[in-house]
């Protein structure tokens, strides 16, 4: 059975696309390379809980109600922006 939890491995690939989607430097080969170890690994779902797990620990509010309509609203600008084929 694969360990569900996140390792230190997760959290260093986290690391790496929040460096890499940084909106002023955005590495697109940075991010491919990330994303197809963590596929190779088989590691996606550890990866995503690593991310998220970072998130919350660099602004704590995103835990709660109202952070979770702020990050609603900011998501939904981005879909009005984008538009719905996109």
Do not use: W
């Not at 190779?40 to 952070?67: F, K, M, N, W, Y």
């Amino acid at each position: 059975m694969r360990k569900e939890t996140p390792g230190p491995v997760d959290y260093g690939r986290a690391l790496r696309l929040m460096i890499f989607t940084a909106p002023d430097r955005i590495d697109l080969d940075g991010i491919n390379a990330t994303l197809l170890e963590i596929q190779s690994d088989g590691r996606a779902t550890q990866a995503v809980l690593a991310l998220c797990t970072i998130a919350h620990a660099a602004d704590p509010v995103l835990r709660t109600e109202p952070g979770i309509d702020a990050l609603r609203q900011i998501v939904a600008g981005f879909i009005l922006q984008l538009g719905p084929d996109d």
